[in-house]
Nanobody, 119 residues
Framework: QVQLVESGGGEVQAGGSLNLSCAASHSPVTVNDMGWYRQVPGRQRELVARETSSGSPYYGDFVDGRFRISRDIAKNTVNLQMNNLKPEDTAVYYC?????????????WGQGTQVTVAA
């Protein structure tokens, strides 16, 4: 079981910035993804950003260059710098650790941190 501890989040005015951080208790496999997803009530959880263990980042279409993900593989941490935040970015943000084997797909989730962007 991978434990994920999130920090950051909070409330900010539109156009402001926030940084989310997540630390994994350990990394059971070498090839993995870490990243962030978000969810608002009544909607599916969606990808914000993730980065593979080989350093390839992927972003949700809505990010449009406003966010930047970074990982420290040695420390099992992932950060998400969010700039130019919009009210529609308001959601609960979840840290994710993901890997897959020939037999299964495994996801671990943090407890979530609230991000609120005021107009």
């Amino acid at each position: 079981q991978v434990q994920l501890v999130e920090s950051g989040g909070g409330e900010v005015q539109a156009g402001g910035s926030l940084n989310l951080s997540c630390a994994a208790s350990h990394s059971p496999v070498t090839v993995n993804d870490m990243g962030w997803y978000r969810q608002v009530p009544g909607r599916q959880r969606e990808l914000v950003a993730r980065e593979t263990s080989s350093g390839s980042p992927y972003y949700g279409d809505f990010v449009d260059g406003r966010f930047r993900i970074s990982r420290d593989i040695a420390k099992n941490t992932v950060n998400l710098q969010m700039n130019n935040l919009k009210p529609e970015d308001t959601a609960v943000y979840y840290c994710n650790y993901h890997y897959s084997t020939y037999a299964r797909v495994v996801d671990f989730w943090g407890q979530g941190t609230q991000v609120t962007v005021a107009a």
